[in-house]
């Protein structure tokens, strides 16, 4: 099997007032497609660090991550994060917050009724179909977390990262 992701001589610094916080040092790591894997660590050692790098989020200070032989430099449709707080838009629906993700993935590629479809699909993967046409202000945190997933889920990524979305 192949490497489908590669974090490579990964290092990443943050400037504070007086010098620079080394938040990773050389992390290296080879991950072959289908495989889960965990980061595990106390708060602060840099595990949502590494996530938002894999993600696109953050620019590694030096090394690099390659994914599906093409090198990450920006956030992209082929890898979905779900944080550790909800990051729905409050003005919209638990439905259009998957919504805006699938019209955005499938632009083109699937009809109205295949997106309608796939969206609701993707609520009751979660159990939140019932929920479909609440706004955030209106359902749990951890249901928000749920809705979350699904508009993760339905983007169908490559790599899905996920920071502790039910820690909090």
Not at 67 to 74: S, W
Request: net charge negative.
């Amino acid at each position: 099997m192949s490497d489908h992701l590669v974090i490579s001589d990964v290092t990443m610094e943050f400037p504070v007032p007086g010098g620079v916080f080394t938040a990773l040092k050389n992390v290296n790591l080879k991950i072959n497609k289908g495989e889960f894997v965990s980061i595990i660590g106390h708060s602060g050692c840099g595990k949502s660090t590494v996530l938002n790098i894999v993600a696109g989020l953050y620019q590694a200070s030096r090394g690099g991550v390659i994914l599906n032989g093409r090198e990450v430099n920006e956030p992209g449709p082929d890898r979905a994060v779900v944080f550790q707080n909800h990051s729905l838009l409050p003005w919209l629906t638990a439905y259009e917050n998957v919504e805006l993700a699938v019209n955005s993935v499938f632009k083109g590629k699937k009809t109205k009724a295949e997106s309608d479809e796939w969206i609701k699909h993707n609520l009751e993967l979660v159990h939140m179909e019932h929920a479909m046409h609440k706004r955030p202000s209106e359902i749990s945190g951890g249901m928000k977390q749920r809705v979350g997933i699904a508009r993760a889920l339905a983007m169908e990524p490559e790599v899905l990262l996920l920071d502790e979305p039910l820690g909090a």
